[in-house]
C-alpha cells in the first residue's frame, strides 16, 4: 500500500511528510499503521510497534475526523497492552487514576439521549413482555442490570393501559452502585402512584457474575419476564481459559478488511459492507463461528443461563451487541472491533458536531471498551461481544425456546427511528429477532426466549 512510507526503525521523527496527506490518504495510513502496530504487538516486537505509535500520534487526534478519533483510542489501546507487559510500570502508571462512577452513567445515558439505539431496544423489550404479560394479574419483571428507569416507565404507562386492567406489578433491579437502584426506585414508585398501579420495587446490589438467585425472590403465581441489555457478554469472562483457541487472521486478510473501515468512513454511503461481509471473511473466523457451541466449555455461563431457566420465564428479552470480539487473536479481535466502532463513530458524527463535549463523553466509553478488547486478556476482558447465531445457540441449549417479536414491536421500533430524520439508521429482521443497524452494518440484536418445559428434567 505504501511503499514509500513503510515503517522502520531508521525513521525519523517528527515525520514532516505526514503532514502532506490528504484526508482519505491519511485515513489509509492510519489504518496501515494501526495494523502493522498490532501486528508488532502480537509478535512482541515492542521497538517496532512504539516506532508505529510514535507516528500514529502525528495523525490521530481525539477531536478530528472519525479515522483520526479512532485510530487515537485504538493506539491507546494496543499501548495499554504494550504496558501491561511490564505490570510493575503499568500498576504504577495507574496508581492515582480514580474511575468516577458518575460520569460512567452519565455517558450512558447520553447514549440513549442522542442515538437510537437504546430506546429501540427498550421500545421492542417492552412490547415483548405486555405481550407476553396479556392477562396475567401478577407480574414480575428483573432487570439484570437496572440504570435506565425511563424504560420501565413506559412498561408501568403500557400496563395501566391494559383493557383488563394493570397487573400487579413488582420490578427487581441489579445494579453494582446502590444509589442508582435508589434513585431508579425513587422513580417507578412516583410513576406507579401517579397510575395507581400497585407496584414494588426489589433491588439488588451485585455484580451480575456474584448474583444469588435466591434475593430474587420468585413468587409461586407471578408471571416473569426478564430482561437483559449488553450484559451477558460479560459472564463470559470467566469461562475463557476454558475456550478452544481460534486460529490468528491471517495478516493480509486483516489488512484488506481493515483498509474498507476507512472507504465506509470516507463515502457518504456503506455499500461495501455487505459486500465486505460476503468477500473477506478470513478462514479463522469462518471456522470459529460455524464451530458447534457445544464444543465450546462454558460453564459460568452454563450454569447462570441454566439459573434463568429454572426460574420458569415467560419471556427473557436479551439485547447484545451483534459482532464477534471474542476471538483468541489480538488480530482478529483488532479487525472485528475495528470495523464496528467505525460504524458506532460514524453514526456519532452524523449526529453531533467534533466540538461537541457530550460527543466526547461518549466516544471515550468507547474507547474504554476498545480498550477492554485490543488490551486485556482472561478474567479481565469483560467485552466479549458474540453473533445473534451463537447466543440463539447458547439459548436454545440451556433449555430456552426461541419467541418471534411481533410485526408491532417492528413497527414501533421503525416509528422510533423515523423521529430521528437520518437514514443511517435501519432495523431488520432476522429469524424471529431484530438487528438495529447503523446504514447495513449490525450493531445490536434483540431477541426473545422463553422456558422450556424438559430439557433439564
Known sequence: MFPMMSVSPGMMSPY?????????????????????????????????????????????????DTMQRIASYFSEALADRILRTW???????????????????????????FLPFMKVAFVITNQAIVEAMEGEKMVHVIDLNASEPAQWCALIQD????????????????HQQKEVLEQMARVLTEEAEKLDIPFQFNPIVSKLENLDFEKLRVKTGEALAISSIMQLHSLL???????????????????VHLQRVNQMNQRSSQDLIEKDMVNSRSPSNESASSSPL?????????????????????????????????????????????????????????????????????????????KNIIACEGAERKERHEKLEKWAQRFDFSGFVNVHLSYYAMLQANKLLQ??????????????????????????????????????D
Open 294 to 370: 457445544s464444543s465450546i466449555p462454558l460453564s459460568n455461563m452454563d450454569s447462570f443461563l441454566n439459573a434463568l431457566w429454572g426460574l420458569s420465564p415467560k419471556v427473557m428479552v436479551v439485547t447484545e451487541q451483534d459482532s464477534d470480539h471474542n476471538g483468541t487473536s489480538l488480530m482478529e479481535r483488532i479487525s472485528e472491533s475495528l470495523y464496528f466502532y467505525a460504524a458506532l463513530f460514524d453514526s456519532l458524527e452524523s449526529t453531533l458536531p467534533r466540538t461537541s463535549l457530550e460527543r466526547l463523553r461518549m466516544e471515550k466509553i468507547l474507547g474504554e471498551e476498545i
Open 87 to 113: 505490570p510493575g510500570i503499568y500498576k504504577a502508571f495507574r496508581s492515582t487514576r480514580i474511575t468516577i462512577v458518575a460520569e460512567q452513567i452519565l455517558a450512558r445515558k447520553m447514549f440513549s439521549e
Open 159 to 174: 400496563l395501566s393501559a391494559r383493557p383488563e386492567g394493570p397487573p400487579h406489578l413488582r420490578i427487581t433491579g441489579i
Open 16 to 64: 514532516p511528510w505526514l503532514k502532506e496527506l490528504k484526508p482519505e490518504e491519511r485515513g489509509l495510513y492510519l489504518i496501515h499503521l494501526l495494523v502493522t502496530c498490532a501486528n508488532h504487538v502480537a509478535t512482541g516486537s515492542l521497538e517496532n510497534a512504539n516506532i508505529a505509535l510514535d507516528q500514529i500520534s502525528h495523525l490521530a487526534s481525539p477531536d478530528g
Open 419 to 456: 423521529g430521528y430524520n437520518c437514514d443511517g439508521y435501519k432495523i431488520k429482521e432476522e429469524n424471529g429477532c431484530v438487528v438495529i443497524c447503523w446504514q447495513d452494518r449490525p450493531l445490536l440484536a434483540v431477541s426473545a426466549w422463553r422456558f422450556r418445559r424438559g430439557i433439564h
Open 237 to 255: 469472562a470467566s469461562d475463557s481459559e476454558l475456550r478452544k483457541k481460534s486460529l490468528p487472521m491471517p495478516m493480509n486478510a486483516a489488512g
